[in-house]
């Protein structure tokens, strides 16, 4: 499954969370939510220990089948260059229906504003239709105002906690029926 993005040079595609380019690029969108994090409760940045000590710990073996995909926006030019990506897994809600979930959403922030965002969420969306799954959800933070903003824009709508992850302050979910 692979979707071109316009004339500027992106692909969105399948991809293996395992490799080192797809590890280098979670490290990145790791860093990047941490150091908000950080900013906005201590202001400053993370510390290398924290971030040695954190990525390690942030799950995304589940990003791989059976359970799950893991999605990149690939340079067209350079396949080497990934500039976003997203991973779904499947699960199952409190009721046993089969739901999947949207985790790791993230676009270089040299790449933002270019529909890269867009493109990943929708590939990640179809996929979940590929599965047979009548319903995605996701959890982030209050202060990931751009990814709240780009759910919303998307036709995802907040509903209530469905999950008590730490880093977990508003729920969303989208019907694909």
Do not use: N
Not at 143 to 157: I, N, P, Q, V
């Amino acid at each position: 499954m692979s979707r071109a993005i316009g004339a500027s040079g992106w692909v969105v595609e399948l991809a293996d969370v395992r490799s080192p380019a797809c590890e280098a690029l979670l490290r990145d969108y790791y860093v990047e939510v941490s150091d908000r994090w950080y900013r906005l409760r201590e202001g400053r940045d993370s510390t290398p220990e924290e971030i040695a000590t954190g990525f390690p710990q942030m799950r995304s073996d589940d990003l791989a089948p059976p359970t799950g995909a893991f999605v990149v926006a690939r340079d067209l030019d350079d396949p080497e260059v990934l500039g976003g990506c997203v991973g779904v897994r499947r699960l199952r809600d409190a009721d046993g229906a089969r739901v999947a979930e949207v985790r790791r959403l993230f676009v270089r922030p040299g790449l933002r504003e270019a529909g890269l965002g867009g493109s990943l969420l929708a590939t990640a969306e179809e996929v979940a239709r590929v599965w047979g799954v009548g319903t995605v959800r996701l959890d982030t933070r209050r202060d990931l105002t751009e990814a709240r903003a780009l759910y919303a824009s998307h036709g995802w709508s907040e509903v209530p906690a469905f999950s008590d992850a730490f880093y977990a302050e508003v729920w969303y979910a989208k019907s694909l029926d």
